[in-house]
């Protein structure tokens, strides 16, 4: 327990460093699909930026090869931001997805853990989410989450109001829901780099494997509802 409250601390400080303009988001590369494929905006921190690895290894990357490899047409775009906040992705969302040269079927949001490094109030967070999610509804933009846990040693109460943000805005507006992102990673020192924290190229990989499906079905259940 001690040790997931540290990791769990490490990670988000280092997702928290300074960062850079938020950019457009670009289409990952890596991967041939045909050019009339769903895309998936992939909107989200660090862990989607893909932090210390090459634009080819980021998980946006890697899980368009990985769907194409499995015959699912797919474009995935990644917008990710090191260091954002709940608060500063709800801020750019409009400007991302205005931006994009081809609606998304599906946006995945991957979010939440900087602000518990901040040690932001969940209620906050729990609002800026929400947002995100009334927003992506309003426009008619199918999304999951994949979601993020507090350190143990936040407190319980923290720990209680942070834990629940994921499950229950998936059930709320009915979304699949990965319910912790780095779950096939944590701890283990052979899938991450050097900084002990992010995730190497095979532990993004690793968790693409662990992920793909569920993403794979809700861009089905996206482009065919």
Known sequence: MRFLAVSLLLLLAACSGEKAPAPLA??????????????????????????????????????????????????????????????????????TLDGQPVKPALVMVGLGGNDMLRGLPPA??????????????RRNIPF??????????????????????????AKEYQVPLVPFFLQPVFGNDALLLEDH???NPQGVDRIVAATQDSV??????????
């Open 26 to 95: 670009t289409r990952s590369a890596g991967a041939e699909s045909p050019a009339k494929a769903p895309v998936i905006l992939a909107f989200g921190d660090s862990l989607y930026a893909g932090y210390g690895l090459k634009p080819t290894e980021s998980y946006p990357s890697r899980l368009e090869v990985a769907l194409n490899a499995a015959e699912v047409p797919v474009r995935v775009v990644n917008a990710g931001v090191s260091g954002d906040t709940t608060a500063a992705a709800r801020a750019r969302l409009a400007f």
């Open 144 to 169: 999951m989450l994949t979601g993020m846990l507090a350190a143990p040693n936040m407190g319980k109460d923290y720990v209680s109001q942070f834990n629940t943000i994921w499950p229950d805005l």
């Open 216 to 225: 794979s079905k809700a861009l089905k259940a996206a482009t065919n509802p």
């Open 124 to 137: 906050e967070t729990r609002a800026n989410m929400a947002a995100i999610a009334q927003e992506l509804k």
């Open 197 to 199: 924290i992010h995730p």
